[in-house]
């Protein structure tokens, strides 16, 4: 038997809208990769590596994608030892909206994570090039 709809909607309103202010162990950090196992390597603002694991109620409901950004909550140093160095308790969903809040990291403007290297360099939406060029540099 499937899980609720009602928990699978309660998890998208929860991630929905950025709440008031954030906990003292937690941060918002960037998505780089997954790493299989609801494991995620992801960066803080100061760009240090950390891996977080997925909070059970996101598990197959909200999907994480690379270049996003989430909510971690790190794991205090009397921890058992686990594999992962913290926990993602929301993900975030509207951009725009988080990026108002007085907590959202200025190491995170705007165009400083773009995955693509330069625009100048891709070749989306161009012509590609005419043989008539070739024909002028003979």
Sequence with gaps: MGRPKR???????????????????????????????????????????VLLELAQ???????VKRGGFVV???????????????EIVNIVRDEKLWRQQPYWPKEFAKNAYDLTDSEDESNVGKMPPSDSEDDDEE
């Design 57 to 63: 109620r996101f598990r197959n409901t909200i999907w």
């Design 72 to 86: 971690a909550e790190r794991y205090s140093e009397s921890a058992e030892e686990t594999r992962a160095d913290g």
């Design 7 to 49: 928990n699978i909607l309660a998890a998208a309103e929860a991630s929905l809208s950025p709440p008031d202010a954030l906990g003292p162990n937690q941060s918002l950090v960037r998505v780089v990769r997954p790493e299989g196992n609801n494991l995620f390597a992801c960066e803080l603002p100061s760009r240090k590596p």
